[in-house]
């Protein structure tokens, strides 16, 4: 009887897991199932610069799916997911600031605050660090609240 009752909380939790693991993905910004463009989480931190992940070297973290650099690169990831992890789930943080909005990002344009990386949207002459830099303690702190109403 002992044994039911695992296996079925076994598969209760697998199924919620999952279930969760969708939904964050669904609100993620992710091209090809893959964060930041396949660009490399630990990069930023770890070499102060945006750099290429590979294919071959990724790990997947509650549904989202993240390309590495290098093997040490996700070790030090899968030993602390949320300390690479980009905020907003890696749309723009000032149009998530500003206006609420998920939008695209250049992958290269970035900033980290407080051990946070923060990822920004940078064509057409509009790039949008620049904006953030303006105002940042305000903007961060509408991108947290908007945040939260989008991924609940």
Known sequence: MKK?????LILVFGVSSAQNDAKRASQYNLGNKTAI???DPVGYFSQGKAVKGKKGISASYQGVIYNFSSGENKNAFLKNPSKYEPQYGGWCAYAMGSAGEKVEINPETFKITDGKLFLFYN????NTLKSWNKDEVNLKTQADDNWKKIYK
């Open 123 to 126: 064509a057409f002459f509009n």
């Open 4 to 8: 039911l009752v695992l296996l079925v």
């Open 37 to 39: 463009q396949g660009y």
